[in-house]
């Protein structure tokens, strides 16, 4: 992760003078004002925190939250966040916000915020504590279209205008457009898609992600078919019975938290009601981090190891 943010910080401009301000921006349903570029800034899981990083703004945040109480840091990603403070392992609390005097959160429905919960920006505002929320995470409170690469390049631009380091954000989306363009082109001649079952975790119910999580976009940029495309939720657990209806061909695993990707894929191998599913008995898995499936900086190299992965035979020069 270190390495990918220096290379991308080493290739994209220095920030410009600050904009001018105010600001404004849409977060979901709001549009939320700043007077001025967040100097004490506070993020929410690692994808969101990754964001930051690499649009350069480590040395505005005064912490991150959200990580440690269900994922594993890397070496890389624990170095990029060295000298950052976690100011709670899991969901923060207004006080742990406060007692930092944070001047911005960066967070999402179902990425440190919930619906009716103790942290939301309703309950923030009083305390002249803005948020911006992750736009793929919007379809928790309100209609949204099924997930797109647009919803990350949107919050990269609005973070860019937010900080005043739009020249950087605009490099970086240009370099994350480019990536996926070079996979669109190279499947320009696929007819061929394959249905795709994202598997999170769970045994007596799976968690997926259904048209409006960013797998949706992940997979379609790919070249292949999300097989839960009809279920209109991001996040959420379907029944086994309608995977196996489904007969996915490929099954991609999401691999962090305490069972390993190894184990998940033995658990769907040894599952009887599994047993007749076209990748189980291909034994066809592909292994995604969460960095790579969540919103981030990540997706452009999900969507070059999915296509490698569903279609090797354009891309065998890029196989090791």
Same mark, same amino acid.
């Given at each position: 992760?270190?390495?990918?943010?220096?290379?991308?910080?080493?290739?994209? #401009?220095?920030?410009?003078?600050?904009? /001018?301000?105010?600001?404004?921006?849409?977060?979901?349903?709001?549009? =939320?004002?700043?007077?001025?570029?967040?100097?004490?800034?506070? !993020?929410?899981?690692?994808?969101?925190?990754?964001?930051?990083?690499?649009?350069?703004?480590?040395?505005?945040?005064? $912490? %991150? !939250?959200?990580?440690?109480?269900?994922?594993?840091?890397?070496?890389?990603?624990?170095?990029?966040? /060295?000298?950052?403070?976690?100011?709670?392992?899991?969901?923060?609390?207004?006080?742990?916000?406060?007692?930092?005097?944070?001047?911005?959160?960066?967070?999402?429905?179902?990425?440190?915020?919930?619906? $009716?919960?103790?942290?939301?920006?309703?309950?923030?505002? #009083?305390?002249?504590?803005?948020?911006?929320?992750?736009?793929?995470?919007?379809?928790?409170?309100?209609?949204?279209?099924?997930?797109?690469?647009?919803?990350? %390049?949107?919050?990269?631009?609005?973070?860019?205008?937010?900080?005043?380091?739009?020249?950087?954000?605009?490099?970086?989306?240009?370099?994350?457009?480019?990536? =996926?363009?070079? =996979?669109?082109?190279?499947?320009?001649? =696929?007819? /061929?898609?394959?249905?795709?079952?994202?598997? @999170?975790?769970?045994?007596?119910?799976?968690?997926?992600?259904?048209?409006? $999580?960013?797998?949706?976009?992940?997979?379609?940029?790919?070249?292949?078919?999300?097989?839960?495309?009809?279920?209109?939720?991001?996040?959420?657990?379907?029944?086994?019975? !309608?995977?196996?209806?489904? @007969?996915?061909?490929?099954?991609?695993?999401?691999?962090?938290?305490?069972?390993?990707?190894?184990?998940?894929? /033995?658990?769907?191998?040894?599952?009887?009601?599994?047993?007749?599913?076209?990748?189980?008995?291909?034994?066809?898995?592909?292994?995604?981090?969460?960095?790579?499936?969540?919103?981030?900086?990540?997706?452009?190299?999900?969507?070059?190891?999915?296509?490698?992965?569903?279609? #090797?035979?354009?891309?065998?020069?890029?196989?090791?």
């Amino acid at each position: 992760m270190k390495r990918l943010l220096l290379s991308l910080l080493a290739t994209l #401009p220095l920030a410009a003078p600050a904009s /001018d301000y105010p600001v404004t921006v849409h977060s979901c349903a709001r549009s =939320v004002t700043f007077e001025h570029a967040p100097q004490r800034a506070v !993020s929410h899981d690692i994808n969101l925190t990754g964001m930051l990083l690499a649009l350069g703004l480590k040395e505005r945040m005064i $912490g %991150y !939250s959200g990580i440690s109480g269900w994922k594993t840091l890397d070496p890389s990603l624990r170095e990029a966040l /060295d000298g950052l403070p976690e100011l709670a392992p899991r969901y923060p609390s207004v006080e742990n916000l406060l007692d930092a005097n944070v001047d911005f959160l960066f967070a999402g429905w179902g990425y440190g915020m919930q619906v $009716g919960g103790p942290l939301t920006p309703e309950r923030l505002a #009083p305390f002249g504590l803005p948020v911006y929320e992750l736009s793929e995470s919007c379809s928790k409170i309100m209609p949204r279209p099924a997930a797109s690469l647009e919803d990350l %390049y949107t919050d990269l631009g609005n973070l860019g205008r937010i900080f005043g380091v739009t020249p950087r954000a605009e490099a970086l989306i240009t370099q994350l457009r480019q990536r =996926v363009a070079r =996979v669109t082109t190279s499947l320009a001649s =696929v007819h /061929d898609r394959p249905q795709v079952f994202l598997y @999170d975790s769970g045994e007596d119910r799976p968690t997926t992600s259904g048209r409006l $999580g960013m797998p949706q976009a992940l997979i379609k940029a790919a070249g292949g078919d999300n097989v839960m495309a009809d279920v209109a939720a991001s996040w959420t657990e379907v029944g086994w019975e !309608s995977v196996v209806e489904r @007969d996915p061909e490929v099954i991609v695993i999401v691999d962090y938290g305490p069972t390993s990707w190894e184990q998940k894929r /033995d658990f769907l191998l040894q599952h009887p009601a599994l047993a007749e599913v076209r990748a189980i008995r291909e034994r066809r898995f592909v292994v995604l981090s969460y960095l790579q499936v969540t919103p981030s900086v990540d997706n452009a190299s999900a969507i070059e190891r999915l296509a490698a992965a569903l279609h #090797p035979q354009l891309f065998a020069e890029a196989r090791p």
